[in-house]
Protein backbone atom coordinates (compact mmCIF):
# COMPACT_ATOMS: atom_id res chain seq x y z
CA UNK A 1 0.00 0.00 0.00
CA UNK A 2 3.15 1.88 0.93
CA UNK A 3 4.24 1.99 -2.83
CA UNK A 4 0.76 2.27 -4.33
CA UNK A 5 -0.28 5.53 -2.30
CA UNK A 6 2.72 7.13 -3.82
CA UNK A 7 2.02 6.24 -7.44
CA UNK A 8 -1.52 7.55 -6.93
CA UNK A 9 -0.53 10.21 -5.71
CA UNK A 10 2.01 10.75 -8.85
CA UNK A 11 -0.40 9.39 -11.97
CA UNK A 12 -3.40 11.77 -9.97
CA UNK A 13 -1.48 15.04 -9.91
CA UNK A 14 -0.53 14.28 -13.45
CA UNK A 15 -3.39 13.86 -14.56
CA UNK A 16 -5.15 17.12 -12.69
CA UNK A 17 -2.57 19.32 -14.75
CA UNK A 18 -3.38 17.39 -18.18
CA UNK A 19 -6.57 17.70 -17.24
CA UNK A 20 -6.17 21.54 -16.56
CA UNK A 21 -4.05 22.11 -19.86
CA UNK A 22 -6.47 20.62 -21.93
CA UNK A 23 -9.55 22.30 -20.47
CA UNK A 24 -7.76 25.42 -21.14
CA UNK A 25 -6.93 24.45 -24.83
CA UNK A 26 -10.53 24.16 -25.44
CA UNK A 27 -11.56 27.00 -24.03
CA UNK A 28 -11.81 29.75 -26.80
CA UNK A 29 -9.46 32.95 -25.56
CA UNK A 30 -11.86 35.50 -23.79
CA UNK A 31 -11.40 39.11 -23.38
CA UNK A 32 -10.04 40.44 -20.21
CA UNK A 33 -12.67 40.90 -17.51
CA UNK A 34 -13.52 43.95 -16.13
CA UNK A 35 -13.26 42.83 -12.52
CA UNK A 36 -9.52 41.51 -13.40
CA UNK A 37 -8.71 45.15 -14.41
CA UNK A 38 -9.83 47.27 -11.28
CA UNK A 39 -7.37 47.20 -9.03
CA UNK A 40 -10.09 48.20 -6.45
CA UNK A 41 -11.75 45.23 -6.94
CA UNK A 42 -7.89 43.11 -6.56
CA UNK A 43 -7.32 44.77 -3.60
CA UNK A 44 -10.50 44.01 -1.93
CA UNK A 45 -10.15 40.50 -3.45
CA UNK A 46 -7.18 39.92 -2.47
CA UNK A 47 -7.85 40.92 1.41
CA UNK A 48 -11.03 38.51 1.51
CA UNK A 49 -9.17 35.48 0.10
CA UNK A 50 -5.55 35.51 2.31
CA UNK A 51 -8.19 35.23 5.29
CA UNK A 52 -10.80 32.83 4.14
CA UNK A 53 -7.82 30.50 2.50
CA UNK A 54 -6.25 30.43 5.75
CA UNK A 55 -9.47 29.52 7.06
CA UNK A 56 -9.89 26.40 4.56
CA UNK A 57 -6.38 25.47 5.12
CA UNK A 58 -6.86 25.14 8.64
CA UNK A 59 -9.91 23.07 8.16
CA UNK A 60 -8.03 20.85 5.82
CA UNK A 61 -5.19 20.01 7.50
CA UNK A 62 -7.57 18.58 10.42
CA UNK A 63 -9.08 15.91 7.84
CA UNK A 64 -6.27 13.01 7.10
CA UNK A 65 -5.60 12.19 10.65
CA UNK A 66 -8.88 12.71 13.05
CA UNK A 67 -9.92 8.81 13.08
CA UNK A 68 -5.68 7.76 13.20
CA UNK A 69 -5.38 9.85 16.60
CA UNK A 70 -8.84 8.87 18.06
CA UNK A 71 -7.18 4.85 17.45
CA UNK A 72 -4.10 6.21 19.09
CA UNK A 73 -6.12 7.07 22.19
CA UNK A 74 -6.94 3.41 22.13
CA UNK A 75 -10.40 4.25 21.54
CA UNK A 76 -13.11 1.23 19.92
CA UNK A 77 -14.95 2.15 16.73
CA UNK A 78 -17.76 2.10 18.15
CA UNK A 79 -16.61 5.01 20.16
CA UNK A 80 -14.96 6.85 17.48
CA UNK A 81 -18.57 6.93 15.99
CA UNK A 82 -20.61 8.17 18.73
CA UNK A 83 -17.80 11.08 18.27
CA UNK A 84 -18.31 11.47 14.78
CA UNK A 85 -22.06 11.90 15.49
CA UNK A 86 -21.44 14.82 18.07
CA UNK A 87 -19.96 16.26 15.56
CA UNK A 88 -22.41 15.68 13.25
CA UNK A 89 -25.70 16.78 15.56
CA UNK A 90 -23.87 19.38 16.51
CA UNK A 91 -24.01 20.98 12.90
CA UNK A 92 -27.72 20.29 12.60
CA UNK A 93 -27.70 22.16 16.33
CA UNK A 94 -25.92 25.07 14.77
CA UNK A 95 -26.99 25.17 11.94
CA UNK A 96 -29.54 27.94 12.07
CA UNK A 97 -27.83 30.01 14.98
CA UNK A 98 -24.68 29.95 11.82
CA UNK A 99 -27.40 31.68 9.98
CA UNK A 100 -28.32 34.46 12.41
CA UNK A 101 -25.03 35.12 14.41
CA UNK A 102 -23.43 37.18 11.52
CA UNK A 103 -27.28 39.80 11.67
CA UNK A 104 -26.87 39.65 15.04
CA UNK A 105 -23.02 40.45 16.23
CA UNK A 106 -21.85 41.14 12.60
CA UNK A 107 -19.95 39.35 9.74
CA UNK A 108 -16.61 40.15 10.87
CA UNK A 109 -17.15 39.58 15.11
CA UNK A 110 -18.59 36.04 13.28
CA UNK A 111 -15.47 35.33 11.47
CA UNK A 112 -13.13 35.83 14.64
CA UNK A 113 -16.07 33.71 17.09
CA UNK A 114 -15.07 30.92 13.92
CA UNK A 115 -11.28 31.15 14.56
CA UNK A 116 -11.39 31.43 18.36
CA UNK A 117 -13.82 28.22 18.23
CA UNK A 118 -11.48 26.20 15.33
CA UNK A 119 -8.72 26.89 17.77
CA UNK A 120 -10.08 25.31 20.76
CA UNK A 121 -11.51 22.50 18.82
CA UNK A 122 -7.94 21.77 18.09
CA UNK A 123 -6.18 22.01 21.02
CA UNK A 124 -9.09 19.51 22.97
CA UNK A 125 -7.00 17.35 20.94
CA UNK A 126 -4.27 17.21 23.09
CA UNK A 127 -6.35 15.86 25.93
CA UNK A 128 -6.93 11.53 25.81
CA UNK A 129 -10.34 12.14 28.05
CA UNK A 130 -13.61 11.28 26.04
CA UNK A 131 -15.75 14.31 27.47
CA UNK A 132 -12.86 16.64 25.95
CA UNK A 133 -12.86 15.10 22.87
CA UNK A 134 -16.47 15.04 22.68
CA UNK A 135 -16.58 19.24 23.89
CA UNK A 136 -13.93 19.21 20.62
CA UNK A 137 -16.22 17.24 17.96
CA UNK A 138 -19.35 20.10 18.97
CA UNK A 139 -16.87 23.27 18.60
CA UNK A 140 -15.83 21.61 15.75
CA UNK A 141 -19.43 21.18 14.15
CA UNK A 142 -20.20 25.30 15.44
CA UNK A 143 -17.14 26.03 13.58
CA UNK A 144 -17.72 24.14 10.36
CA UNK A 145 -21.24 25.46 10.30
CA UNK A 146 -19.72 29.07 10.51
CA UNK A 147 -17.06 28.40 8.27
CA UNK A 148 -19.90 27.34 5.47
CA UNK A 149 -21.79 30.74 5.82
CA UNK A 150 -20.36 33.73 7.83
CA UNK A 151 -17.09 34.43 5.19
CA UNK A 152 -19.12 34.15 1.98
CA UNK A 153 -21.57 36.46 3.94
CA UNK A 154 -19.25 38.70 4.88
CA UNK A 155 -17.65 39.60 1.10
CA UNK A 156 -21.04 39.60 -1.09
CA UNK A 157 -21.97 41.86 1.72
CA UNK A 158 -19.12 44.20 1.48
CA UNK A 159 -18.65 43.57 -2.69
CA UNK A 160 -22.14 44.71 -3.37
CA UNK A 161 -23.19 47.50 -0.32
CA UNK A 162 -19.88 48.85 0.61
CA UNK A 163 -17.33 48.84 -2.13
CA UNK A 164 -20.78 49.04 -4.87
CA UNK A 165 -19.30 46.57 -7.44
CA UNK A 166 -21.32 44.46 -9.96
CA UNK A 167 -23.03 41.22 -8.48
CA UNK A 168 -21.82 39.72 -11.39
CA UNK A 169 -18.26 40.02 -10.35
CA UNK A 170 -18.66 37.75 -7.57
CA UNK A 171 -18.77 34.36 -9.33
CA UNK A 172 -14.62 35.15 -10.27
CA UNK A 173 -13.71 35.31 -6.92
CA UNK A 174 -15.55 31.78 -5.32
CA UNK A 175 -14.42 29.98 -8.60
CA UNK A 176 -11.02 31.08 -7.45
CA UNK A 177 -11.44 30.48 -4.15
CA UNK A 178 -12.60 27.01 -5.46
CA UNK A 179 -9.54 26.16 -7.02
CA UNK A 180 -7.36 27.13 -4.07
CA UNK A 181 -9.58 25.12 -2.49
CA UNK A 182 -8.38 21.73 -3.96
CA UNK A 183 -4.94 22.84 -4.38
CA UNK A 184 -4.75 23.30 -0.65
CA UNK A 185 -6.77 20.09 0.09
CA UNK A 186 -4.06 17.95 -1.63
CA UNK A 187 -1.09 20.20 -0.08
CA UNK A 188 -2.76 19.40 3.28
CA UNK A 189 -2.50 15.95 3.25
CA UNK A 190 1.08 16.35 2.24
CA UNK A 191 2.45 18.49 5.08
CA UNK A 192 0.21 16.47 7.46
CA UNK A 193 1.74 13.30 5.92
CA UNK A 194 5.38 15.12 6.32
CA UNK A 195 4.69 16.15 10.08
CA UNK A 196 2.98 12.57 11.48
CA UNK A 197 4.83 10.21 9.70
CA UNK A 198 7.61 11.37 8.74
CA UNK A 199 9.04 13.77 11.01
CA UNK A 200 7.17 11.68 13.71
CA UNK A 201 5.32 14.39 15.19
CA UNK A 202 2.40 11.80 15.97
CA UNK A 203 -1.38 12.33 14.52
CA UNK A 204 -1.80 15.44 16.79
CA UNK A 205 0.67 17.27 14.63
CA UNK A 206 -1.59 18.55 11.83
CA UNK A 207 -3.92 19.83 14.10
CA UNK A 208 -1.43 21.45 16.61
CA UNK A 209 0.04 23.33 13.10
CA UNK A 210 -4.37 24.42 12.26
CA UNK A 211 -3.66 26.50 15.15
CA UNK A 212 -1.55 29.12 14.36
CA UNK A 213 -3.00 28.96 10.88
CA UNK A 214 -6.49 30.19 12.61
CA UNK A 215 -4.54 33.00 14.94
CA UNK A 216 -3.12 34.77 11.28
CA UNK A 217 -6.80 34.38 10.00
CA UNK A 218 -7.65 36.03 13.08
CA UNK A 219 -5.27 38.84 12.88
CA UNK A 220 -6.30 39.38 8.68
CA UNK A 221 -9.68 39.73 10.18
CA UNK A 222 -8.85 42.20 13.02
CA UNK A 223 -6.27 44.27 10.57
CA UNK A 224 -7.23 44.06 6.53
CA UNK A 225 -10.78 43.11 7.50
CA UNK A 226 -11.01 46.06 9.79
CA UNK A 227 -10.30 48.77 7.38
CA UNK A 228 -12.88 47.21 5.00
CA UNK A 229 -15.48 47.74 8.32
CA UNK A 230 -14.56 51.48 8.69
CA UNK A 231 -15.32 51.84 4.93
CA UNK A 232 -18.58 50.47 5.41
CA UNK A 233 -19.15 52.85 8.22
CA UNK A 234 -20.39 51.45 11.97
CA UNK A 235 -23.52 49.74 10.85
CA UNK A 236 -21.72 47.92 7.63
CA UNK A 237 -21.53 45.10 9.39
CA UNK A 238 -24.77 44.49 10.69
CA UNK A 239 -27.73 43.75 8.54
CA UNK A 240 -31.60 44.77 9.26
CA UNK A 241 -34.45 43.75 6.74
CA UNK A 242 -36.75 47.14 6.10
CA UNK A 243 -39.99 46.05 4.70
CA UNK A 244 -42.72 47.47 3.81
CA UNK A 245 -46.00 48.68 5.97
CA UNK A 246 -49.47 49.13 4.31
CA UNK A 247 -49.26 52.87 5.37
CA UNK A 248 -46.11 53.17 3.04
CA UNK A 249 -43.84 53.58 5.90
CA UNK A 250 -41.08 50.86 6.63
CA UNK A 251 -40.27 48.11 9.38
CA UNK A 252 -37.19 46.48 10.54
CA UNK A 253 -37.18 42.94 10.69
CA UNK A 254 -34.87 40.87 13.35
CA UNK A 255 -32.55 38.40 12.39
CA UNK A 256 -34.72 35.93 14.07
CA UNK A 257 -37.62 36.93 12.46
CA UNK A 258 -35.87 36.95 8.87
CA UNK A 259 -34.56 33.24 9.64
CA UNK A 260 -37.96 32.33 10.45
CA UNK A 261 -38.97 33.61 7.00
CA UNK A 262 -36.29 32.43 5.29
CA UNK A 263 -37.03 29.16 6.60
CA UNK A 264 -41.16 28.70 5.98
CA UNK A 265 -40.65 29.93 2.61
CA UNK A 266 -38.07 27.40 1.83
CA UNK A 267 -40.40 24.84 3.15
CA UNK A 268 -42.87 26.47 0.80
CA UNK A 269 -40.58 25.73 -2.48
CA UNK A 270 -39.92 22.67 -1.45
CA UNK A 271 -43.34 21.52 -1.15
CA UNK A 272 -44.99 22.81 -4.13
CA UNK A 273 -41.50 22.25 -6.75
CA UNK A 274 -41.28 18.33 -7.30
CA UNK A 275 -38.19 19.42 -8.71
CA UNK A 276 -36.86 21.04 -5.81
CA UNK A 277 -38.02 18.01 -3.74
CA UNK A 278 -35.65 15.39 -6.36
CA UNK A 279 -32.92 17.64 -6.19
CA UNK A 280 -32.75 17.74 -2.22
CA UNK A 281 -33.23 14.14 -2.05
CA UNK A 282 -30.47 13.25 -4.17
CA UNK A 283 -28.15 15.94 -2.20
CA UNK A 284 -29.66 14.21 1.45
CA UNK A 285 -28.75 10.90 0.02
CA UNK A 286 -25.53 11.51 -1.64
CA UNK A 287 -23.64 13.84 0.67
CA UNK A 288 -25.04 11.63 3.60
CA UNK A 289 -23.15 8.74 2.67
CA UNK A 290 -20.09 10.73 2.52
CA UNK A 291 -20.07 11.75 6.09
CA UNK A 292 -20.40 7.78 6.44
CA UNK A 293 -17.54 7.48 4.16
CA UNK A 294 -15.44 10.31 6.08
CA UNK A 295 -15.79 7.80 9.14
CA UNK A 296 -14.55 4.29 7.43
CA UNK A 297 -11.67 5.01 4.89
CA UNK A 298 -9.23 5.06 7.40
CA UNK A 299 -10.07 1.63 9.33
CA UNK A 300 -10.37 0.45 6.06
CA UNK A 301 -7.15 0.92 4.75
CA UNK A 302 -5.23 2.11 7.94
CA UNK A 303 -4.33 -1.62 8.98
CA UNK A 304 -2.70 -2.48 5.61
CA UNK A 305 -0.06 0.28 6.43
CA UNK A 306 -0.77 3.32 4.03
CA UNK A 307 0.56 6.61 4.81
CA UNK A 308 -2.95 8.31 5.53
CA UNK A 309 -1.40 11.84 4.59
CA UNK A 310 -0.72 10.65 1.52
CA UNK A 311 -4.09 9.05 0.67
CA UNK A 312 -5.96 11.86 1.66
CA UNK A 313 -4.16 13.68 -0.72
CA UNK A 314 -4.65 11.23 -3.80
CA UNK A 315 -8.77 11.48 -2.52
CA UNK A 316 -8.72 15.32 -2.70
CA UNK A 317 -6.19 15.00 -6.24
CA UNK A 318 -9.09 12.57 -7.57
CA UNK A 319 -12.31 14.87 -6.49
CA UNK A 320 -9.85 17.66 -8.54
CA UNK A 321 -9.82 15.60 -11.53
CA UNK A 322 -13.22 15.19 -11.12
CA UNK A 323 -14.25 19.21 -11.26
CA UNK A 324 -11.93 18.92 -14.05
CA UNK A 325 -13.72 16.59 -15.99
CA UNK A 326 -16.80 18.54 -15.36
CA UNK A 327 -15.24 21.72 -16.44
CA UNK A 328 -14.39 19.54 -20.23
CA UNK A 329 -17.72 17.93 -20.55
CA UNK A 330 -19.79 20.89 -20.41
CA UNK A 331 -17.35 22.96 -22.62
CA UNK A 332 -18.59 24.28 -26.11
CA UNK A 333 -16.78 21.47 -27.45
CA UNK A 334 -18.61 18.43 -25.40
CA UNK A 335 -21.80 20.20 -24.51
CA UNK A 336 -22.61 17.46 -21.97
CA UNK A 337 -25.53 18.61 -19.97
CA UNK A 338 -25.28 19.31 -15.62
CA UNK A 339 -28.05 16.62 -15.30
CA UNK A 340 -26.00 13.99 -17.31
CA UNK A 341 -23.24 14.29 -15.50
CA UNK A 342 -25.32 14.34 -11.77
CA UNK A 343 -26.45 11.05 -13.21
CA UNK A 344 -23.07 9.73 -13.92
CA UNK A 345 -22.01 11.00 -10.62
CA UNK A 346 -24.30 8.95 -8.46
CA UNK A 347 -23.87 6.02 -10.77
CA UNK A 348 -20.08 6.19 -10.20
CA UNK A 349 -20.88 6.00 -6.26
CA UNK A 350 -22.77 3.17 -6.45
CA UNK A 351 -20.51 1.02 -8.30
CA UNK A 352 -18.09 2.50 -5.85
CA UNK A 353 -20.10 1.28 -2.71
CA UNK A 354 -20.80 -2.13 -4.28
CA UNK A 355 -17.34 -2.84 -5.03
CA UNK A 356 -16.31 -1.81 -0.95
CA UNK A 357 -19.37 -4.38 -0.27
CA UNK A 358 -17.10 -6.88 -1.72
CA UNK A 359 -13.16 -5.84 -0.78
CA UNK A 360 -13.87 -5.59 2.76
CA UNK A 361 -15.59 -8.70 3.32
CA UNK A 362 -14.37 -10.10 6.70
CA UNK A 363 -11.33 -11.99 7.07
CA UNK A 364 -10.33 -11.65 2.80
CA UNK A 365 -10.01 -7.73 2.63
CA UNK A 366 -8.78 -6.26 -0.18
CA UNK A 367 -7.02 -2.93 0.36
CA UNK A 368 -5.99 -2.48 -2.92
CA UNK A 369 -9.72 -2.81 -4.44
CA UNK A 370 -10.99 -0.56 -1.57
CA UNK A 371 -8.47 2.09 -2.21
CA UNK A 372 -9.48 2.05 -6.05
CA UNK A 373 -13.00 2.06 -4.86
CA UNK A 374 -12.44 5.46 -2.71
CA UNK A 375 -10.63 6.97 -5.60
CA UNK A 376 -13.67 6.38 -7.74
CA UNK A 377 -15.68 7.94 -4.93
CA UNK A 378 -13.88 11.11 -4.73
CA UNK A 379 -13.81 11.07 -9.15
CA UNK A 380 -17.82 10.77 -8.65
CA UNK A 381 -17.57 13.71 -6.03
CA UNK A 382 -15.77 15.99 -8.26
CA UNK A 383 -18.40 15.79 -11.14
CA UNK A 384 -21.72 16.29 -8.45
CA UNK A 385 -20.89 19.09 -6.57
CA UNK A 386 -20.79 21.25 -9.90
CA UNK A 387 -23.61 19.51 -11.58
CA UNK A 388 -26.00 19.78 -8.46
CA UNK A 389 -24.92 23.18 -8.00
CA UNK A 390 -25.56 24.33 -11.52
CA UNK A 391 -29.29 22.57 -11.12
CA UNK A 392 -29.71 24.52 -7.97
CA UNK A 393 -29.25 27.75 -9.08
CA UNK A 394 -31.53 27.03 -11.81
CA UNK A 395 -34.32 25.22 -9.82
CA UNK A 396 -34.39 27.39 -6.35
CA UNK A 397 -35.28 31.04 -6.91
CA UNK A 398 -32.65 33.06 -5.41
CA UNK A 399 -34.39 34.44 -2.68
CA UNK A 400 -35.34 31.18 -1.04
CA UNK A 401 -32.49 29.33 -1.61
CA UNK A 402 -31.05 30.18 1.91
CA UNK A 403 -34.12 28.29 3.21
CA UNK A 404 -34.26 25.47 0.92
CA UNK A 405 -31.05 24.46 0.98
CA UNK A 406 -31.15 24.56 5.32
CA UNK A 407 -33.97 22.31 4.82
CA UNK A 408 -31.58 20.00 2.71
CA UNK A 409 -29.09 19.64 5.25
CA UNK A 410 -31.32 18.59 7.56
CA UNK A 411 -32.08 15.03 6.49
CA UNK A 412 -28.59 15.07 5.22
CA UNK A 413 -27.43 14.83 8.87
CA UNK A 414 -29.69 12.98 9.96
CA UNK A 415 -29.22 9.83 7.70
CA UNK A 416 -25.57 10.56 8.42
CA UNK A 417 -25.87 10.07 12.38
CA UNK A 418 -28.17 7.01 11.40
CA UNK A 419 -25.64 5.66 9.75
CA UNK A 420 -23.31 5.80 12.20
CA UNK A 421 -25.20 5.22 15.13
CA UNK A 422 -26.03 1.75 13.35
CA UNK A 423 -22.50 1.24 12.87
CA UNK A 424 -21.80 1.40 16.45
CA UNK A 425 -24.91 -0.58 17.27
CA UNK A 426 -23.32 -3.34 14.88
CA UNK A 427 -19.95 -3.00 16.62
CA UNK A 428 -21.25 -2.73 20.34
CA UNK A 429 -22.91 -5.79 19.53
CA UNK A 430 -20.08 -7.89 18.67
CA UNK A 431 -17.87 -6.81 21.64
CA UNK A 432 -16.74 -3.50 20.61
CA UNK A 433 -14.15 -5.93 17.97
CA UNK A 434 -12.74 -4.41 14.79
CA UNK A 435 -12.87 -5.97 11.87
CA UNK A 436 -16.59 -7.80 11.62
CA UNK A 437 -19.30 -7.37 9.50
CA UNK A 438 -20.41 -3.59 10.36
CA UNK A 439 -18.40 -1.85 7.79
CA UNK A 440 -19.44 -4.27 4.65
CA UNK A 441 -23.03 -4.05 5.97
CA UNK A 442 -22.65 -0.15 5.83
CA UNK A 443 -21.09 0.34 2.48
CA UNK A 444 -24.27 -1.90 1.36
CA UNK A 445 -26.45 0.53 2.99
CA UNK A 446 -24.79 2.85 1.30
CA UNK A 447 -25.01 1.24 -2.26
CA UNK A 448 -28.87 1.08 -1.70
CA UNK A 449 -28.64 4.90 -0.77
CA UNK A 450 -27.07 5.72 -4.33
CA UNK A 451 -29.48 3.47 -5.65
CA UNK A 452 -32.08 5.52 -4.98
CA UNK A 453 -30.93 8.80 -5.31
CA UNK A 454 -29.73 7.83 -8.75
CA UNK A 455 -33.70 6.88 -9.30
CA UNK A 456 -34.54 10.72 -8.00
CA UNK A 457 -31.78 11.28 -10.79
CA UNK A 458 -33.72 9.81 -13.37
CA UNK A 459 -37.07 10.86 -12.21
CA UNK A 460 -35.92 14.88 -12.19
CA UNK A 461 -34.66 13.98 -15.77
CA UNK A 462 -37.56 12.42 -16.98
CA UNK A 463 -39.34 15.03 -15.11
CA UNK A 464 -37.32 18.07 -16.57
CA UNK A 465 -36.80 16.65 -20.11
CA UNK A 466 -37.76 19.58 -21.83
CA UNK A 467 -37.10 21.69 -19.20
CA UNK A 468 -34.61 24.41 -20.87
CA UNK A 469 -34.32 25.84 -17.16
CA UNK A 470 -32.07 22.64 -16.45
CA UNK A 471 -29.97 23.27 -19.43
CA UNK A 472 -26.72 24.77 -20.43
CA UNK A 473 -27.09 28.16 -22.61
CA UNK A 474 -26.28 27.09 -25.93
CA UNK A 475 -29.08 23.76 -25.35
CA UNK A 476 -31.28 26.34 -24.08
CA UNK A 477 -30.95 28.18 -27.22
CA UNK A 478 -30.78 25.30 -29.85
CA UNK A 479 -34.53 24.22 -27.68
CA UNK A 480 -35.72 27.63 -28.37
CA UNK A 481 -35.44 27.24 -32.28
CA UNK A 482 -37.69 24.16 -32.49
Keep these: MLVTAYLAITVLLALCVGLELTARRLTPPQPTPTAVANPAFRRFQGVFLRAYLLALWADWLQGPYLYKLYRHYSFLESQIAILYVCGLASCVLFAPFSGC ?12 IFCLSYS ?12 VLIVGRVLGGLSTSLLSTTFETWYVHHHVDVHDFPKEWIP ?9 NHALAVGA ?6 LAEWLHLGPVAPFLLAVPCLVCC ?4 LTDWGKEEAEG ?24 ARFSRSCHEGLRCLL ?31 PHGPPLGIVFSCLMAASMAGSLLYRLATSTRYRLQPGHVLCLAVLMAFFSFFMLTFSTAPGQPRPHESFLAFLLLELACGLYFPAVSFLQGRVIPEEKRAGVLAWFRLPLHLLACLGLLALHGEVSGTGGGEGGSGT ?17 VVSLFTLGRNDTDLKLEGAREEGEMY
Design 101 to 112: LPQILGRRQTCL
Design 272 to 302: SDRRVMLLGGVQALFESVLYIFVFLWTPVLD
Design 172 to 180: STFTKAATW
Design 120 to 131: ACCLTKLSRDYF
Design 233 to 256: GPEGDKQTLLLGTPNGGVTRMSAK
Design 440 to 456: RHMFGGCALMMLAALMA
Design 218 to 221: AWVV
Design 189 to 194: GLVANL
